[in-house]
């Protein structure tokens, strides 16, 4: 079943504490993003990467690393979490080559993230 | 740059009335445009989009869209609602030169029995 995974689905964590939430795509999608999602804000990109160790930022990056070691995996770091990281974290992928842009992306079910 | 905007932050309708949620556009270039499904504690479903050719585009679940170019719009629309309808509801653009989704802020769907 093709699928966007992420893990945990729930976190609570104090600020400061680095976390990452893991992301893991088995449909050999070249492009995968993370997004937050807050009320009245609709989704924000955070990073998005086009391939295998290539990472850019998207609109709201302070405060999160990403890495893309491998093309099926897409971590979300964030280094030291603080109250404003609150929020609902979804990891999405896509192909991205070519004429792929008429194509949908896929979304995992979301990290629910408090920083307290 | 691209960008959507939905709005109405909430639609409600009676059970077996069409519901129309609104969204409109801007986008450089030739626009693909996604409808989204959020239902309570779940990730986003892909209900349908618009790449090219006719105007009227059906997807999941029974819902419609109408892209109308002189407008920038492109409504999602069905025929007859059902309280398992209710969710929120996410418009996107993607311009002919990236692979970055632009979501609309969400408009929430309440039907009502």
């Known amino acids: 079943e093709a699928q966007v995974t992420q893990n945990p689905r729930y976190l609570i964590t104090v600020t400061g504490k680095k976390l990452t939430v893991t992301c893991s795509q088995n449909?050999?999608?070249?492009?995968m993003s993370w997004y937050r999602q807050d009320p009245g804000l609709g989704l924000r990109q955070i990073y998005y990467s086009m391939n295998v160790e290539v990472t850019d930022k998207g609109d709201v990056p302070e405060g999160y690393k990403v890495s893309r070691k491998e093309k099926r995996n897409f971590p979300l770091i964030l280094e030291s979490p603080s109250p404003n990281q609150t929020s609902l974290y979804f990891c999405?992928?896509?192909f991205g080559h070519g004429g792929a842009r008429n194509t949908e992306a896929f979304f995992g079910q979301g990290t629910r993230l408090t920083v307290v | 740059a691209q960008s959507v905007a939905q709005p109405e932050d909430q639609v409600n309708v009676a059970e077996g009335n069409p519901l129309t949620v609104k969204c409109t556009y801007s986008?450089?270039?030739?626009?693909?445009l996604f409808w989204y499904v959020q239902y309570p504690n779940r990730g986003l479903q892909f209900l349908l989009k618009y790449i090219t050719g006719d105007n009227l585009v059906k997807g999941s679940y029974g819902f419609e869209a109408e892209f109308n170019k002189s407008q920038t719009s492109f409504h999602l629309k069905k025929p007859s609602a059902l309280v398992s309808d209710s969710a929120l509801y996410f418009c996107?653009?993607?311009?002919?030169?990236?692979?970055?989704?632009?979501f609309g802020k969400g408009t929430s769907l309440l039907v009502t029995p």
């Open positions: 996107a653009v993607r311009d002919g030169t990236g692979y970055a989704l632009n």
């Open positions: 449909m050999n999608h070249e492009y």
């Open positions: 986008v450089s270039g030739n626009p693909y």
């Open positions: 999405a992928s896509s």
